[in-house]
């Protein structure tokens, strides 16, 4: 698809893709826009002006793009969003149906596309509950083997049900927001008897490579949602950071799983990429033939129910060179959304418009295709970066960026940089 | 305290109480308000008819009395509770300083005082994230007894922090709502091999016997708040009943945890009763000596840190009479509120206006005190109702309530009801 806008060739926000957000501005607080190559397009500027004229559909809705959540907008659901997005790209192409709409309105253009580099992003929906699955299988393997050896690295559920547990929706941050490191219990030395734990800042600060996906429909409580209408439910994908703090986690989590280890912060990119944008991604998930002995109302009739999407980790070193110290995909899931939207509802939990649902860890099999330090480094063989340092485990002043991208050059649909840099641990 | 009002001598709600909720009636919406023996005060039309007139400190935060949430009231911290306590206190004392703004005002009697079988309770606060705790002592062992056995029965890290897990904010329900049982994975046959479960409505649902408390006071991100200032971030406390599908939960709850076990609903009173209401019945934790062990972060100024509140748990078959089949009290508890709001921002996670804290379930030590039927008939001693029928767990139909009051006659402070009914599994 051409534009007659400039879109960078490499650009994860090309005309293929159409992810919305939220932003703000020098000349706007949070509204709803879009990504287009190096700029965003504000849809609250952009309506106001008559830019979705054209669109009868969304006319008795346009309130939506005035908000400073997509919550409304997300709520409107899948035919909606379609619309919304097609007609988006209508708008840019080369051969635009309606080019009085923008293509040759200057004064538009100049008050509604913002440089990306002028705009800051916010956490683009209000989170009622963010859930964390654990479907990364290869992740469940390795860390796995580490704890319980290779006979028993998987739990006797793990391939009957998506496992998961509740996160904490209040620490889930935007790209590009600096994290502490936390402070907490540790226990130093586990072969005391007893254990007496000590106080710290976490010295085995990790991070876990996830996609998650965005609630659109919601459900009322009591109503589960049906395993083939569950992809309904979805807005769409953001990737995302589980910082986590390996050694709190190893002494709190103990009968009820992680808490203080992972709640200090949760990062993800601020540009939702539409599930429609992603379709020509679908895939097999890891062990299609999984899906046979699953219960029913895990059995999805699609059987390309993942996506494959390249992703990666960078790590820097403060004021050193970039290295890329993992290669991973998507596809590296037993089960995807839609399951996991099934799973969650079967007992009748409702999920709001806007909760997050991530995937858990999406890990490789093969070397350096992690997406842990704790996995990739095995405790043994340290991860060695551009300047020459190495590493078991972040430290201060360290950034991460995860990336995730699509396509081929011209069409990418990426979800642009996750990044997160690690302050000093905050002193008591 | 003696009243103009009448007030029923056995009310959870006397004067010494003034607890808040969100209430809505025939002639008004969701609005805040305060349970006052058998009646409810709308605050809404009480503020908008001059009767926060005398009270100088709210006057420019009246707003807070028309919102549909007692998150904006909560945020103004507790000094302006307090104030408004007493001042409510007074207004309704038969010695009033304050004559004219009720006692003698026969219309905004008429129009303000509603009472309570005539008004719908609501959850009172948006609650942006849901945390459960474990702080139940007694419960912890009880149910690590029946796991483990006695020697192994508490985990190395219970006696020095709160164990926790975040819970799910969507599906707390006020007090009077059905629930259906819940639909999921269960494991029948512990011993096959492979294991493969079955779909199936839960056969073990459970109860659990909890305090929770509001926040009110937010905390910023990376800013943990200290133990002696905790209590300040504290809006007041609930009853709740954290229900609970024993048999989903021991098929799915390794190694993240509990999920789908808990997140079909959780049902809570829906009248805060701050802390100032509590303040007379505090008291000193389960093991006071532990406090010495603690790390500093957890160790509070003042050793009696929790309540001395008389709970109960009442069972009522379909059609029966009710049966008391449990007496437990909020004592049974190995660490306080601030203790867990301490422990749970330590990392720097942000707390936010309207989180909710569960307790963990409250336990006493001797027979017919447990605050679950798992502990109470450890398998294998079921309990009988008053209709001459047995339970082992909950059947449909049945009713839940949980009550829990302190003080003596004339001056309760109580929580009201926290019932719940269980309804058929919906089928799939």
Redesign the interface.
Known sequence: MASWFQIPKNSPFSLANIPFGIISSQSASRVPAIAIGDHALNLSQFASSGGFSPLSAIQQHLDVFHQPTLNAFAALGRPVHRQVREYLQNVFRAETQYPQVLKDNAELQKSALVPLSEVTNHVPMQI??Y?DF?AGLNHAYNVGVLFRGPDNAL???YK??P?????????V?PSGTD??R????I?TNPAAD????E?SPCKKLDIELEMACFISKPND????VAIDEAEDHIFGLVLMNDWS?RD?QA??????????AK???TTITPWVVLLDALEPFRTQPLEPENRESL???LREKRAENVYNIPLEVELTNKGGQPSVVSNSNSRNLLYSFPQMVA??T???????TG?LLGSGTISGKEPNTQGSLLEQTIGKKPIKLADGTERFFLEDGDTVVLRGMAGTEGNYVGFGDCVGTILPA?P?
């Not at 496992?163 to 620490?171: D, F, K, N, P, Q």
């Not at 409580?221 to 589960?224: H, V």
């Open positions: 009622g509950d859930t654990y739990q006797p559920n009957h049900l496992v998961a547990y509740h996160g904490r929706a209040s620490s941050v994290l502490h936390p402070n907490g219990q226990l007893p254990k007496v734990p106080f409580l009591g109503r589960p703090a709190i002494w709190e989590y103990v009968p009820l799983g992680p808490f203080n709640n200090f912060g219960l029913p109302y799973h969650h079967i007992t009748g939990c409702n999920l709001r909760d905050v008591i």
